[in-house]
């Protein structure tokens, strides 16, 4: 099916990008990779007047790291993150993740900012980000401000992003020597959408785990990290008798809620299932 | 109606011109206006893959990208991929081992798989799987695509040259 | 598609029932709301912008009652189209009971999406239901100037036809 008709716009920079948006408000959506927009838009699932492309915003694009934060601009792709170096060495969940994303013709467009704004249950980065203890730098015509990625998904498709402002950018604390990572997920095929996933970050100190971010994603409306589980294990040693333990505190505290392809107990049970292959990998 | 765009690209090699509507898609704009048929139309969602087209070195989806975000960018179809003779071990490949039956998946398969061969020579029969989870196909069943594609991954790793179909 | 709940307000069963019935507050409360018309004591017509994840889609429906108990209950059949989008069909039975400090509202919806939002929209179609629910009741308690308590959550349940 086509698109209907709609006028396009490509902005220059951030500030026109902005004045762009307060200028059309309902009537416009931006654009980057387009990937979720376009398919949207085909089906006719929307129908805005105009398009205002943010491609060429350099203040949206890089990876860097900046003092003891690595800098992920909202345009980055899942392709560069795959490819990233800079990722490899200072996030690694990132690198493990990204394969995971739909398809490489997908990847090569699709951006770290359009998957974190759209906040899909079962999108991989937003669990990633709440993993990584990101930092969301937002920008609109009232300024720049900083959320928390704890604070930043709040209910089904929907952030803390107001109609007027653009994510920017991600910051996420660099990786210590003593962190380790899980990603976890499972689909039908091969970049189905998740059934499960979870993106898991723990930080030990003389073998004893320091702290635990257990983000399940694809389980709920928004990306949920089992905080009674994530206690538990603190301050402990990790066993196989401990993961049992975390597993079953897990799939007590996360209400689950139901899909198209897995029933609410289903989606109980395999978030254990996950949670204890990320433990036994992070073990040692 | 809202205002067409002029745009201008490099197309297999070759500079083109256009007035469009935005809302037109690069694989429409490609088979309709300039009459290439290689990339072919499926679901229009992403997910098939039978519009895989290059843009800027990259495989994407002809029906996900727009011909006016083509303005300024390099442009490589099939048609033109041929010409240059840099699909041809992948194109010998699949002929002999009957990768192709009806076709339709057949230029978006061979596009994908070259970004395979260019990015992860290294690939092993899973591997591939996975990379062209995203090409459809309903005749062949994948696995004589999956034998084409590891016969050149070895054939290059060797040093070695794909042996055509037929004779010179 | 169905969807139950229990959804206390902090007002008296009388206060919710006009509530309930009066397109003003309807107005104010069904989220997306456009426009909304009493076409009878029995039907009501609206004109609804669902914004969901990437989707916008502009629905126009009529709502019709039946059973009608004041102060108590009644049943309703809806039915809406999205135009290209797809569309809704669907009944519910709301039922209005005392409670202390207020009242509970009680609700059973079968509703079945059709279409392309049937079809592509079906893997979070029972999450958005849930969701535009919780935000009709909280911006509803609004309306009627007392406060939310949620009870107990939503229950939904997927049939795969």
């Known amino acids: 099916m086509k698109a209907a008709a709609f006028d396009y716009v490509k902005a220059k920079n951030l500030v026109e990008a902005i004045a762009l948006l307060s200028e059309h408000g309902e009537d416009a959506r931006l654009i980057a990779g387009g990937q979720t927009l376009l398919a949207t838009l085909n089906l006719r699932l929307s129908e805005p007047s105009i398009l205002i492309d943010i491609t060429a915003v350099s203040e949206l694009k890089g990876i860097s790291v900046q003092g003891n934060m690595l800098r992920i601009g909202a345009l980055v792709t899942h392709t560069e993150i795959e490819g990233s170096d800079l990722i490899a060495q200072h996030a690694p969940l990132l690198t493990e993740a990204a394969p995971h994303i739909a398809h490489r013709a997908i990847r090569n467009l699709g951006t770290w900012g359009g998957s974190l704004a759209y906040g899909d249950p079962a999108a991989e980065w937003p669990a990633c980000s709440l993993a990584l203890d990101a930092i969301m730098v937002i920008q609109g015509p009232g300024g720049i401000r900083k959320v928390s990625a704890n604070d930043f998904f709040i209910d089904l498709y929907t952030t803390t992003l107001q109609a007027d402002e653009i994510l920017v950018a991600s910051e996420i604390p660099l990786a210590s020597s003593n962190q380790s990572h899980s990603f976890q997920e499972l689909a039908r095929r091969h970049g189905d959408y998740a059934a499960v996933g979870l993106a898991a970050v723990i930080r030990k100190e003389k073998g004893k785990v320091q702290t635990c971010r257990l983000a399940f994603f694809s389980v709920a409306a928004i990306p949920t990290m089992a905080t009674k589980a994530q206690a538990f294990l603190e301050g402990k040693s990790i066993d196989a008798a401990l993961i049992q333990q975390a597993v079953k505190l897990a799939r007590e505290e996360i209400e689950t809620l139901a899909d198209i392809t897995n029933s609410q107990e289903t989606k109980t049970h395999l978030l254990g299932v996950l949670l204890e292959r990320a433990l036994t990998k992070m073990m040692p | 109606m809202k205002h067409k765009k002029q745009i201008t690209m490099m197309l297999n090699g070759k500079q083109i011109s256009a007035d469009i509507e935005p809302r037109r898609h690069l694989v429409d704009f490609l088979r309709e206006d300039l009459g290439l048929k290689g990339p072919h139309l499926g679901c229009e969602q992403g997910a098939c893959g039978a519009c895989t087209v290059r843009v800027n070195g990259q495989i994407v989806r002809g029906c996900l990208y727009l011909a006016v975000q083509a303005d300024g960018a390099t442009i490589e179809t099939v048609e033109g991929l041929t010409e240059q003779g840099v699909l041809s071990d992948l194109q010998e490949a699949f002929l002999r081992h009957n990768a192709l039956q009806c076709g339709f998946c057949t230029s978006g398969m061979l596009l994908a798989a070259a970004e395979l061969i260019e990015h992860q020579p290294k690939s092993n029969r899973e591997q591939i799987r996975q990379w062209i989870s995203g090409n459809y196909c309903r005749c062949t069943g994948y696995h004589s695509i999956v034998n084409a594609i590891m016969e050149v991954l070895e054939a290059r790793a060797d040093g070695r040259k794909v042996k055509p179909v037929t004779a010179a | ?161």
């Open chain 3, 1 to 161: 598609m169905e969807l139950n709940g229990e959804q206390f307000i902090a007002a008296p069963v009388s206060k919710v029932w006009l509530g309930l019935n009066d397109v003003t507050v309807l107005h104010a409360s069904i989220p997306g709301c456009e426009e909304i018309e009493r076409i009878s004591e029995e039907e009501v017509r609206a004109k609804v912008m669902f914004k969901i994840g990437p989707v916008r889609a502009r629905f126009s429906g009529r709502l019709v009652l039946s059973d009608i108990v004041p102060n108590a209950s009644c049943s309703m059949a809806f039915e809406g189209s999205g135009g290209a989008a797809g569309f809704a069909k669907g009944k519910a039975k709301v039922e209005l009971i005392g409670a202390e400090g207020g009242s509970l509202v009680r609700y059973s919806t079968e509703a079945s999406i059709g279409g392309k939002l049937g079809q592509i929209g079906g893997r979070l179609i029972s999450a958005s239901a849930k969701k535009i629910a919780d935000d009709f009741f909280l911006a509803f308690a609004k309306e009627l100037g007392g406060d939310l308590n949620i009870v107990s959550d939503a229950k939904l349940e997927d049939k795969l036809e």
